[in-house]
């Protein structure tokens, strides 16, 4: 018996309820934190939304890149997903519920059309979307998910591995 053993376990992963939101998550480039944003896990699609850029030289610039690209996502989260608030962006048409990744994809679309600032559109990068077929050699460490898609290398930092585990799981993105 190992010192460690006691890490191991035989049980299955509980499953969770997609999507799965975890903030202050970093993207890495080159080795360094470059970004933090919110990484969602869906059922379809991982998303990531960055709000702030981690660089030293756009250190000054953080805290109102940081407020403005963080409010937009909770102002939209909470109106889209929360059934008691009203819809910022006009609600569904003929009492169809849209998906989870196409409400994702409203908010993509909303932060867009809302980062017009230059402060904000020179410092960080669009949101950016990742369908599950699109992505191959998925690898999950201790806090950290690092994949290929959409032609390149993606890696991020600071999530916490069991819930990743499970909603990755719950999503399919690993058996």
């Given at each position: 018996?190992g010192l460690?053993?006691?890490?191991?376990t035989?049980?299955?992963?509980?499953?969770?309820?997609l999507?799965v939101?975890?903030?202050?998550?970093a993207y890495?480039?080159?080795?360094?934190?470059s970004?933090?944003?919110?990484?969602i896990?869906?059922?379809?699609a991982i998303?990531?939304f960055p709000?702030?850029?981690?660089?030293?030289?756009d250190?000054?610039?953080?805290k109102i890149?940081?407020?403005?690209?963080?409010d937009l996502?909770?102002?939209?989260?909470r109106s889209e997903?929360?059934?008691?608030?009203?819809?910022i962006?006009?609600g569904?048409?003929?009492?169809v519920?849209?998906?989870?990744e196409?409400?994702?994809?409203?908010l993509?679309?909303?932060?867009?059309?809302n980062?017009?600032?230059?402060?904000?559109a020179?410092?960080?990068?669009?949101p950016?979307?990742?369908?599950r077929?699109?992505i191959?050699?998925l690898?999950?460490?201790?806090?950290s998910?690092?994949?290929?898609?959409?032609?390149?290398?993606?890696?991020?930092?600071?999530l916490?591995?069991?819930l990743?585990?499970?909603a990755l799981?719950s999503g399919?993105?690993?058996t």
């Open positions: 018996m460690f053993d006691f890490l191991r035989n049980k299955p992963l509980e499953p969770v309820t999507p939101i975890f903030s202050n998550v890495m480039v080159f080795g360094e934190r970004y933090a944003g919110e990484l896990v869906a059922p379809d998303f990531y709000h702030t850029n981690l660089s030293p030289q250190r000054q610039k953080e890149i940081w407020t403005g690209v963080r996502i909770r102002e939209f989260w997903l929360d059934p008691g608030q009203a819809s962006s006009g569904t048409s003929g009492g519920t849209p998906s989870v196409e409400k994702i994809e409203l993509m679309k909303y932060v867009k059309e980062r017009q600032d230059t402060l904000l020179d410092s960080t990068p669009a950016v979307k990742f369908s077929d699109g191959q050699k690898r999950v460490g201790w806090g998910l690092k994949f290929d898609a959409n032609f390149d290398d993606h890696e991020f930092q600071g916490n591995g069991g990743l585990q499970r799981k399919g993105y690993v």
